[in-house]
């Protein structure tokens, strides 16, 4: 069945980066757009961009555009996520989601999620 | 950006009742691509509903959604012990993309 699974949680000091994966199964990775959606703890749901596969394009949200990058390996069929310049504010638990095949033309929701990777930034 | 606005932020019901969730847009949602996600406490988002009103893969036919332009509505009409859980609207014609602030179903 199609799933994807992320990386286990992580601890950084405010300054660091972190680098949160998200590896797919039971489809091709290269055939649909992942994108990156974040919750603080106790809070709501905030997208943060997607990137295309299959083409390595990406688009962030405006407050995360100079701050995110969005890479993908299709030999392993895994896509990343990086933050840099932590600070406590990004204390969340960050999730991956399956978008729209990249040759659909039209936007789509998210279907399925990933189980969420905890990044808690702390002195 | 889209702001949307959900409402009530909690809502207490008892398992039976029909429950009606609001998700009110800035402007207007283009094509009407609106989602409504499920999340319960530890869990990634679950799909619900889809395009406004398609019911995602799985999804029970008590779980209906409507709308259009700027006013959405979730409705479970009749609540089921594993339907109290806090639910998420999301728009994803504009971008950047947007959630609603959520709204808490509980048990009263």
């Known amino acids: 069945q199609v799933q994807l699974v992320q990386s286990g949680a992580e601890v950084k000091k405010p300054g660091a980066s972190v680098k949160v994966s998200c590896k797919a199964s039971?489809?091709?990775?290269?055939?649909?757009?992942i994108h990156w959606v974040r919750q603080a703890p106790g809070q709501g749901l905030e997208w943060m961009g997607w990137?295309?596969?299959?083409?390595?394009?990406?688009k962030s949200a405006p407050k995360f555009r100079d701050r995110v990058t969005m890479t993908r390996d299709r030999s392993i069929n895994t896509a990343y996520m990086e933050i840099t310049r932590l600070s406590p504010d990004d204390t969340a638990v960050y999730y991956c989601?399956?978008?729209?095949?990249?040759?659909?033309?039209?936007?789509?929701?998210?279907?399925?999620w990933g189980q969420g990777t905890l990044v808690t930034v702390s002195t | 950006e889209i702001v949307l606005t959900q409402s009530p932020a909690t809502l207490s019901l008892s398992p039976g009742e029909r429950a009606t969730l609001s998700c009110g847009a800035s402007?207007?949602?283009?094509?009407?691509?609106l989602a409504w996600y499920q999340q319960k406490p530890g869990l990634a988002p679950r799909l619900l509903i889809y395009?406004?009103?398609n019911r995602a893969t799985g999804i029970p036919a008590r779980f209906s959604g409507s709308g259009s332009g700027t006013d959405f509505t979730l409705t479970i009409s009749r609540l089921e012990p594993e339907d109290f859980a806090v639910y998420y609207c999301?728009?994803?014609?504009?971008?950047?993309?947007?959630f609603g602030q959520g709204t808490k179903v509980e048990i009263k």
């Open positions: 989601a399956r978008g729209a095949a990249v040759e659909v033309t039209r936007e789509m929701w998210s279907d399925p």
């Open positions: 039971g489809y091709t990775l290269a055939d649909y757009y």
């Open positions: 990137i295309n596969p299959n083409s390595g394009g990406t």
């Open positions: 402007q207007s949602v283009p094509s009407n691509y």
């Open positions: 395009d406004t009103s």
């Open positions: 999301q728009q994803y014609g504009s971008s950047p993309r947007t």
